[in-house]
């Protein structure tokens, strides 16, 4: 199965790196969290270098 990221919302400060990054994937909800919609918008490769590497709390992780 492949892998999908998860936001943790708790340890998201909605900087919104992710949903600018990688619109397809993630965006922020109605509380200004982020959450993925779409984890097959984009490839992982782009998911891991332009989401995860760049969130300044580190709360996107891979989920299998
Ligand atoms: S990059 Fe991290 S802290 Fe910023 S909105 Fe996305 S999940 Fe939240």
Do not use: T
Request: glycine share 4%; net charge negative.
């Amino acid at each position: 199965m492949a892998k999908k990221p998860w936001v943790d919302k708790d340890q998201c400060i909605s900087c919104g790196i992710c949903e600018n990054n990688c619109p397809q994937v993630f965006r922020l909800d109605s509380h200004g969290k982020s959450e993925c919609y779409d984890p097959d918008g984009a490839p992982e490769e782009v998911i891991q270098s332009m989401a995860i590497d760049l969130c300044p709390v580190s709360c996107i992780m891979w989920a299998e």
